[in-house]
């Protein structure tokens, strides 16, 4: 009796010991929910090794906890927890943690890599045999050439046949060529082909001035692929890349920075025919290419950034004050402004004064033009250095935005959302390229990448990452 009741009381210091120890992600991308089940809003997503701590009981196969220094908290599933520090079990035999094979197993093993190298040398002598037989035929046939049985005929003559000559054959011996019937005849139409290939894109994206009339094919088939706007001028709104044809099948020829200004010469699906002042041509996509009342196309920075204000120009915005500096004279956006506003830490909200009013020009263009608000996430410290959970946000040149939605509301989310806004959110990630020379951009919307105005990234769909020169 005394026995059982000792064993009794050691139950509760195992449970206390369990919720005690430390806990992390063991999944890659985990996608943490406000409720425990599928159907609760996400919240956030944690990588794998984050630690975490289980603030309550599981509900539904999920469990409560707290991440990110206890700035964040939400449900994930259970089976995604394991304890800091566990090892995986090796698969090797013999390893630690692993059972010796039984004899029956290394019998099999034994006679499965006989087998193999059995096959393996049969494999070979069949090769080296093929390989004997192929030798003796050219061997023949070698032969055989040489006592003049073969012709100069596609169809071999059998040994001892003669050739008959055909009446008014000026030549009297043997005819020799290398050449079978027709190859030449094939060869003159590929390079007719090749040239007829050229002029086409000679003229197509050249822009050659070689025709003759109307009356040119390669002319009228430049005409019906591109339309025929020409003499139109624009503006580079972003770092364009230059192709030599109206698609991203086509070679990458150089790159434009704004605000260079270009003649349009010609549209297709989007794409425009470009001539430079120094003469060079070539085609940008649409999407890089300021408004202008001379463009045809009105899809050309379109819909809702035709809404959209100008830039009020680098510099302090209208309504800016003299913001506190630090030590390494980055300056602090403040909690909130005209057409932004700012989540998570509260002391990681410093950056270079460029950054810092960039983001506050493009928070009044948004306001202006009748958008969600900003959300602006971590930038740096004050003085710099390491912030948990990133490997940048050091130099006071990085910053993480949130997604839009098309209900206006302001909270956490990803691009598989219903309500998430692709058009919003490419018209902020557009301003920061006009508002600030930007190097690189980290977003997983599949829309933007193929426009060119970001990069997929790990674990960038539920917020897009700006660093800027």
Not at 87 to 115: V, W
Request: hydrophobic share 30%; aromatic share 6%.
């Amino acid at each position: 009796m005394r026995r059982s009741v000792v064993f009794g009381a050691l139950i509760p210091l195992v449970v206390v010991s369990i919720a005690a120890a430390a806990n992390e992600i063991g999944t890659d991308a985990q996608i943490v929910r406000s409720g425990p089940s599928p159907r609760y809003r996400v919240v956030g997503t944690l990588s794998e090794g984050t630690r975490i701590k289980i603030t309550g009981k599981a509900s539904r196969n999920y469990v409560p906890v707290r991440y990110t220094g206890g700035r964040g908290r939400g449900w994930v599933p259970a089976n995604s927890v394991r304890k800091v520090g566990r090892k995986k079990k090796s698969s090797q035999p013999g390893a630690l943690g692993s059972h010796p094979k039984s004899k029956a197993k290394k019998k099999a093993a034994k006679k499965k890599a006989a087998k193999k190298k059995a096959a393996k040398k049969k494999a070979a002598k069949k090769k080296a045999a093929k390989k004997k037989a192929a030798k003796k035929k050219a061997a023949k046939k070698k032969a055989a050439k040489k006592r003049g049985v073969l012709s100069s005929n596609p169809q071999t003559k059998k040994a001892g046949q003669t050739t008959k000559k055909s009446p008014g054959s000026r030549s009297s011996g043997p005819q020799k060529s290398s050449q079978s019937p027709g190859s030449k005849s094939k060869g003159k139409l590929k390079n007719a082909l090749k040239k007829v290939g050229q002029s086409l894109l000679k003229n197509v994206v050249g822009g050659s001035k070689n025709t003759r009339g109307s009356s040119n094919p390669f002319a009228a088939a430049a005409k019906a692929l591109l339309g025929g706007s020409t003499g139109k001028k624009a503006t580079i709104t972003g770092d364009a890349i230059v192709r030599n044809g109206p698609g991203n099948q086509f070679r990458a020829i150089t790159l434009l920075f704004p605000p260079a200004e270009v003649t349009i010469t010609s549209n297709s699906n989007g794409w425009y025919g470009i001539t430079q002042d120094t003469g060079a041509t070539g085609f940008v996509h649409g999407s890089f290419l300021g408004k202008s009342s001379s463009l045809e196309d009105s899809s050309i920075n379109g819909g809702v950034n035709s809404k959209l204000p100008g830039s009020s120009g680098a510099g302090k915005p209208p309504g800016a004050g003299n913001e506190t500096k630090g030590r390494t004279g980055f300056i602090q956006l403040k909690a909130s402004g005209d057409g932004y506003y700012t989540y998570y830490n509260a002391k990681a909200k410093w950056g270079q004064p460029r950054l810092i009013y960039a983001i506050m020009r493009i928070g009044k263009r948004l306001k202006a033009g009748g958008l969600p608000r900003l959300g602006v996430g971590d930038i740096s410290l004050k003085n710099g250095g390491n912030i948990a959970g990133h490997a940048s946000h050091k130099k006071g040149v990085d910053v993480d935005c949130r997604l839009m939605f098309s209900d206006k509301t302001e909270h956490a989310g990803t691009i598989d959302d219903p309500t998430y806004s692709s058009a919003w959110t490419t018209t902020a990630i557009r301003l920061f390229r006009e508002e600030i020379s930007v190097t690189q951009l980290f977003f997983n919307d599949k829309s933007t990448i193929k426009a060119g105005y970001s990069s997929y990234w790990k674990n960038h769909a539920n917020h897009f990452h700006v660093r800027v020169r």
